[in-house]
């Protein structure tokens, strides 16, 4: 759906790279709890402090791997929005250029660096043409700049990545959310007349 967007609205896209900073902050807040525990690793500890050590490690680690993959689903969504859209989300790019050193971190990192190519390039691009205009600019005027430089940006410039798609993994016994979900809304939806005294498959709203 990302490589659709045209015309995002500014708090959209505000939320979308508010988004990517919530994240960014909480992956490098484990990322510093985990060294910090591998730092202490050498320490001598009881038999029952190291296995409640190595399994809050693990528990962390799986929380630094969800987070990674998150993060490079945002910048994912951020790349394609840039790659298919750019002339169509002005906001977008002002947005992106505003909070430019957020995406410090991720060019050095391995699992982000190919696609930071493309937004570092956009980036870049759209920086110079600010900085070469006029100081003390209103945020109407570094949007036109924007837009004009849009007009000049080169359609085959960024590299095309796969096209992102989402597969959906069933729960265990899926059963037990849809049966109720389904028959609430037919409950709520239906216009017909339920007894809710007998109604013992979900709860009412009350």
Partial sequence: MSAHFTDLHPYVSQRMVSLLDILSKRY???LDK???????SNRQVENEDEAEAEAEADEQMQDLSVLEEVLRMVLEIINS????GLHHNPNLIYTLLYNKDLFAHFRTHPTFQDIM???DMVLNYFATKVETAEKNLFPEQVLEIIQQGALQWPTD???KFPELKFKYVEEEQPEEFFIPYVW???YQSSHLYWNPNLVQLFTLNT
Avoid: D, H, P
């Fill in 117 to 119: 190519q493309n937004i």
């Fill in 34 to 40: 985990i060294r910090e525990a591998q730092g202490q």
């Fill in 157 to 159: 410039r960024l590299k």
């Fill in 81 to 84: 929005c840039l790659t298919n």
């Fill in 28 to 30: 490098y807040k484990v």
């Fill in 184 to 186: 609430s809304l037919i």
